[in-house]
């Protein structure tokens, strides 16, 4: 059983930096597919960046030339650098893996089927203030 836990989430101003990290555990190797997601208060959960087990990143053109993804297999780790934050970006981000290979930002496709990440961490608070 993968588990995840982020870290890093904090309270910014606009323009500000912040990094977040998600530590797993029962982890064996680099074939997870792994992403960040956030859900604002009152909005639907939306996916954020993705890294997939071939090192291929996929980012929301929302936050593309802003946040970058990576992920350290040695240490179990993934990452979200977010830089010229906005006031937009104030959400919980969470973490989710998952073994399969085909991942993007809406979740897993197996087939003609998009499947939710099987994995999640529980979340951490981003709140940018204008």
């Known amino acids: 059983q993968l588990q995840l836990v982020e870290s890093g989430g904090g309270s910014v101003q606009a323009g500000g930096s912040l990094r977040l990290s998600c530590a797993a555990s029962g982890y064996t190797g680099s074939s997870y597919c792994m992403g960040w997601f956030r859900q604002a208060p009152g909005k639907a959960r939306e996916g954020v960046a993705v890294?997939?087990?071939?090192?291929?990143?996929i980012y929301a053109d929302s936050v593309k030339g802003r946040f970058t993804i990576s992920k350290d297999n040695a240490k179990n780790s993934l990452y979200l650098q977010m830089n010229s934050l906005k006031p937009e970006d104030t959400a919980m981000y969470y973490c989710?893996?998952?073994?399969?290979?085909?991942?993007?930002?809406?979740?897993?496709?197996?087939?003609?089927?998009?499947?939710?990440?099987?994995?999640w961490g529980q979340g951490t608070q981003v709140t940018v203030s204008s």
């Open positions: 890294v997939r087990s071939d090192g291929t990143t």
């Open positions: 989710a893996a998952d073994r399969r290979t085909f991942c993007s930002l809406r979740g897993v496709v197996v087939g003609l089927v998009t499947y939710p990440y099987n994995y």
